[in-house]
RNA sequence: GCCCCGGUAGUCCAAUCGGCAGAGACGAUGCACUCAAACUGCAUACAGUGUGGGUUCGAAUCCCACCCGGGGUACCA
């Protein structure tokens, strides 16, 4: 028997275990990625943060399941690549340099190593050697290389356009970061509408293939991002459509889903911030349209965007011929319709579209149904399925008629027709924009990019990559709308390398998505002074096995990183179609039921929670608490039974008595059932990553060695010894210190994290019995012990003999008897 | 509005093919230890699976409708 209920327990001390084992760790260096192993290789990579402060909740979560990951490749057998590095580029160490009249890397670079220390003390099995900033020269340089890669193949151009205007932080932004309720990402200031000639990515050129193999990436990505990155390309199938307008030469093509609604068109409308509109307003109308055109201006984004106002819109005065009933249709303009979908027009069928309806309905438009609503139908605009009508009306004659058809055929006639008449076509569209990357900022890699009166946009030389960052800070740095590069004249003003006139550098930075869409490749070789990263590694590498992140990515760096990995493999670079294998999106970490913040008074602090239970009690409790995809509530969750949980495991390795090396196979057969089915378990449970299922039976294997040694076969058994050596190495994944300090007392070198997974005997997850139901009318009657490859038929006849069922059947038919062996017979009777 | 995910003891969560609703934990209660408490150990209790239908010998699991929660998206024609 081990020590008697009421003494004492012996403990360890967390913070002497922690201390000495980083030292060890920092010397032997297990995690070191070796490119030229035999091993087969695994790359296993959690996003990389961004150096605000020091790491939180957030960061130790993601990195606690991230971790379990890595560490069981390397358990596992294979050469593991874990990298870690920083995302350093970014507003808020520009906004401290600002604040305190300092330069952003005085920030940025401090940060860094706050939180570098801290990962290390976390204990995460990250191979260091390879870790770099995306802010260093030495990494930018190949950012901006990367851009001229681009700006080559016409991937990236720029263009003037209508663009999202962050008033707070001065700058322009990407689609992707303007948050559904108009608000900026970042910052949360309500982002306004600015026409600037800005830099963009050719993201639309692979929209197809982004959607095509969101397919493929289906089973191992979470549903979430697969179908916010499908919502987000919003691929739609219609068609456009000519419409002649008298006395124009260039006819007004419209896009629309639902052809088939033709005959429905009563008016046409375009959107009021087109180009066209201005054109085909008349003289009359133009005073009207102008009015109009200022007030939509003026609104805001937030108002614009509230779709339950009512419709408004000014008539340009001009008429388009609708090309299958020959009428004359009224033009209008309208802020309903968005100048950059499609054509910015539309055809106006108020029928068949509730906003046309409404629209219609304000300005007094005749409304025409072409698909007949079903009977009880009740609405307004019926957009359903049914049967073509009005196409032609009763008794008009027209060139073509769809009357009858259901919806699908009418489309494909109507497109056949208008195709043969040269006045339309089937079209694709995509609600995906090109990404607009340039920033008015200081903190970024600067475009290489030098404009010269003679020559327009020339492309820095390769060889005078990096453009390095000008020397700037506090003050100079205040946002004031254009970019703060543009006051460092010396750097700003430089010879053209084509014609050698005077010339001047682009003064935008790029958007910090462009940094972090190809970090990951940089990886592979980060100290490569060559090239941006080696092919050959980033092919034996890549792509990357399993990616952890936050699902506030789901359409912003995860899709930036796909388009690039597409772009890098048409220029030959790599040969991965995308860069992530799979994806695990992992849950918050919140408080009561909130969101940890500041203004709430409910953070919860890191450091002092390491402090008080230490790292691995942290560790365990956060890949513990919940499936990793969800959200952990800190008020929920003890981390003080983790630190119970985790000592009464390391006691285990005090109690017990053999030999390092003992030959196992003689021990007790219990005991070694349980700590095989629990490995063979684990090893399921952590490629499905079900991470807290995992803890849960290395609770149950410490259980159940524990009754052996207190009550069963002893701590002398050889069965013993394998047990909590297992428990070692599967803690070795989740408490890192825990397990080192278990296998130092099992007498063991160090690591215990590379001990290698204990090999299953299959022997052994075989069950002598197995308990089977007897169930009648599917309510369990008895149980009864049978051999696990009992047939059918024994197993019937053992159920039917079985006395308490003899008892319920008395008097009864048997009807029906279900024999599912060897777990399970249900009996009908009445 | 549309799309996706989820709803199981007081709480967090298990139940891998449709087959015994409970593996693990938190909290609670009791007992042991203690002068007492904390710690520790042992033990116990607590749900019929959001609601209503359906399929089936059998449903937490599949289907339909609805309710609640979370997320995405939204004049995208």
Known sequence: MSEQAGHERETYDVDAVQDKWQRVWQEIEPFKADDDSEREKRYALTMFPYPSGDLHMGHAEVTALHDVIARYWWQKGYEVLNPMGWDSFGLPAENAAIRNDAHPADYTYGNIATQLESFQKYGVSFDWSRRFNTSDPSYYRWTQWLFLKFHEKGLAYRKNSPVNWCPNDQTVLANEQVLADGSCE???????????????????????????????????????VINAQRNWIGRSEGAHVDFIVEGREEPITVYTTRPDTIFGTTFMVVAVDAALADELVTDGQRPAFEAYRDEIRKASEIERMATDRPKTGVDLGVTARNPVTGEQIPIWATDYVLADYGTGAVMGVPGGDQRDWEFATQMGLPIVRTTQPPADFEGEAYAGEGQTINSPADGVDAPLDINGMPVEEAKKATIAFLAGKGVGEPTVNFRLRDWLLSRQRYWGAPIPIIHCPVDGEVRVPEDQLPVELPELRGADLKPKGTSPLGAASEWVNVACPTCGGPATRDTDTMDTFVDSSWYFFRYVSPKDETQAFDTDLANAWGPIDLYVGGDEHAVLHLLYARFFTKALRDMGLVNWDEPFSAYLSQGKVVNNGRKMSKSLGNGVSLGEQLAEFGVDAVRLTLVFASPPEDNIDWADVSPGGSVRFLQRAWRLSGDVTSAPGTDPTAGDVGLRKVTHKTLHEAEGLVENHRFNVVVARTMELVNATRKAIDSGCGPEDPAVRE???????????????????????????????????????????VEDSVVAVVQIQGKVKARIDVSPDVSAADLEAAAMADPTVEKALEGKTVRKVIVREPKLVNIVAG
């Open 723 to 765: 047990a909590v050596e297992a428990v070692a190495i599967l803690l070795s994944l989740v408490a890192p210190y825990t397990a080192e300090e278990m296998w130092e007392r099992l007498g063991h070198r160090p690591t215990v994290a590379r001990a290698g997974w204990p090999t299953i005997d299959e022997a052994l997850l």
């Open 186 to 224: 970042r910052c949360g200031a309500e982002v306004t509408k600015r026409e600037l000639t800005q830099w963009y990515f050719r993201t639309t050129s692979y929209a197809q293939e982004l959607l095509d193999c969101l397919d493929d990436l289906q089973p191992t990505w979470s549903d979430k």
